[in-house]
Nanobody, 120 residues
Framework: QVQLVESGGGLVQPGGSLRLSCAAS????????MGWYRQAPGKQRELVATITDGGSTNYADSVKGRFTISRDNTKNTAYLQMNSLKPDDTAVYYC??????????????WGQGTQVTVSS
């Protein structure tokens, strides 16, 4: 009914950049919050950044000043620009959306994840 599809992951050297995209599709009435989370091997999933439909943003301390979250409400798409990448940023990155589907209550939806590997 609702799909979140991430793209843009890959292998990058330390100090490099990547841009992740997350496109939501389905009978969506409104997307309130879109966010990115990540999970490294052996660790819990953690918040990276979120953005509201009004454009308010929130970042994990570990990525402030390096990552930028944005969204295009006309395309139901969120982006994560990641600069100055470090090996500690290596993880599977998941897109999350808190949204209202036509005919259903507001709920959280997740993408399938995209691997980001920072290594020389």
């Amino acid at each position: 009914q609702v799909q979140l599809v991430e793209s843009g992951g890959g292998l990058v050297q330390p100090g490099g950049s990547l841009r992740l995209s997350c496109a939501a599709s389905g009978r969506i009435f409104n997307i309130y919050v879109m966010g990115w989370y990540r999970q490294a091997p052996g660790k819990q999933r953690e918040l990276v950044a979120t953005i509201t439909d009004g454009g308010s943003t929130n970042y994990a301390d570990s990525v402030k000043g390096r990552f930028t979250i944005s969204r295009d409400n006309t395309k139901n798409t969120a982006y994560l620009q990641m600069n100055s990448l470090k090996p500690d940023d290596t993880a599977v990155y998941y897109c999350n959306a808190n949204l209202w589907v036509v005919g259903s209550p507001v709920g959280d939806y997740w993408g399938q994840g995209t691997q980001v590997t920072v290594s020389s």
